[in-house]
């Protein structure tokens, strides 16, 4: 009698705890569906440090402005600041050209052909930059237009070369990628201005 008392009671707390544990494991897996869910609702973009700043996923809209401004921001440099390394070169105008549409490319083929790169490459020349600001407006045939305003920089073994620069874009929406995280194309691209600040020497 008091073995089947016994082996009852062990029973009783087997099924007990099958039962609380059978519940953790369905509530844990309930959890992790919700926090899956709660995190698809969360986006990151760039901000003016390149750091990642979290925004919710239906407030992205108003972050597109922030985003719009970063991409113009990423190109120029990636188009203006050069080392005179050719593979460095080449890298940089892969991921320039990648978010960018054929004006930049043309762009890029003009200089080319004027031995733009070669002569930095052969004289040890590097080219840096600095945006001062970007203004946007909505556009009508893109999302937004841009105006950059900046300053880039040739740097020589005896003298730096300083030059104002300022150029207009249009922004048009595309699907978000590991290159093009901001999700924008570049496009009708040009430069408004490039004229000489002064010389500076070294």
Partial sequence: MDVLKIFANVKMVFVVTTVIATAISLLCVKLAFV??????????VAGSQNTLLLALAN??????????EMQVRRFHELFFILSPDADFMKRQMEKALYVSDNTVKNQYGLLSEKGYFN??????VSSEFQC?????????????????YGKTSLVYGDKVIFRNLKTTCGLVSCDRDV??????????????DDSLLGIVKR
């Fill in 119 to 124: 002569s930095m490459i052969a004289n040890g």
């Fill in 59 to 68: 407030d992205v809209q108003t972050n597109r402005k922030a985003e719009a």
């Fill in 35 to 44: 926090f899956a869910e709660e995190e698809r609702n969360f986006v990151y």
């Fill in 179 to 192: 290159c093009n995280p901001n999700g924008f194309k570049i496009v009708n691209w040009k430069i408004e």
């Fill in 132 to 148: 001062d600001s970007v203004c946007l407006s909505e556009g009508n045939d893109c999302e937004f237009y841009a105006t950059m």
